[in-house]
């Protein structure tokens, strides 16, 4: 069974660009969490989406916003992009409702110019 | 919010020894706590979880230990590989459609 795939595995983006990352969950799941992952704060909650729903939401700008497909296939998409942008961006899914045990893939990491 | 938090940033142990991973949390209404394990380069992988209504659980070479009444969790690994090397994660979560909040994390650094 393949993992989460995320894609692209690295971006290089300038200020006040916008940029959409791609998130394919493990087959069956059908929840799927976005986090941010810096140095500094470790890895922060953006959202959850459930059955095409959004469930959960962190304490991020409305410039980060994400959807989920009928198929599961998630995007995130990050407006007017700013320099603290820059982060590995994590998507994981799960096959529990309750959203525990989350499987992750290896990220999109971000870089803001 | 409330948050999980660890206690040793760094933990440097020589293979063959075992290492203790602790993790401090304080909601009291957290009634799930996972483990992970993040090499350079990689996502999060799962190693173990546990529920409130227990107190330890093993895998293989891993066991989690759970304090509910010092808000404590640990992560113990048996006979350290140099390969068991990377950012272990703590994360704890509510009951119900909440979401997973992780801990600041803690590197392990295991020499030959």
């Known amino acids: 069974k393949a993992g989460v795939t995320q894609t692209p595995r690295y971006l290089i983006k300038t200020r006040g660009q916008q940029v959409t990352l791609s998130c394919s969950p493990i087959?069956?799941?059908?929840?799927v969490s976005w986090y941010q992952q810096t140095p500094g704060q470790g890895l922060q909650f953006l959202f959850e989406y459930f059955s095409e729903t959004q469930r959960n939401k962190g304490n991020f700008p409305g410039r980060f916003s994400g959807r989920q497909f009928s198929n599961s296939r998630s995007e995130m998409n990050v407006s007017t992009l700013e320099l603290g942008d820059s982060a590995l961006y994590l998507c994981?899914?799960?096959?529990?409702?309750?959203?525990?045990?989350?499987?992750f893939g290896s990220g999109t990491q971000l870089s803001v110019l | 919010g409330e948050s999980v938090g660890l206690h040793l940033p760094t933990l440097s142990v020589q293979e063959g020894d075992n290492s203790i991973i602790n993790c401090a949390y304080s909601?009291?209404?957290?009634?799930?706590f996972i483990w992970y394990k993040q090499e350079s380069g990689k996502g999060p992988q799962f190693i173990i979880d546990?529920?409130?209504?227990?107190d330890k659980r093993q895998g293989q070479r891993v066991t989690v230990l759970l304090n509910k009444t010092v808000k404590h969790l640990s992560l113990q690994i048996a006979a350290t590989q140099p390969g068991d090397s990377a950012v272990y994660f703590c994360a704890e979560k509510n009951s119900g459609y909440s979401t997973l909040t992780f801990g600041k994390g803690t590197m392990l650094l295991v020499s030959p």
């Open positions: 087959s069956g799941h059908r929840s």
């Open positions: 994981a899914s799960s096959s529990a409702p309750e959203n525990e045990k989350l499987f």
């Open positions: 909601n009291s209404a957290s009634d799930y």
């Open positions: 546990i529920r409130s209504n227990m």
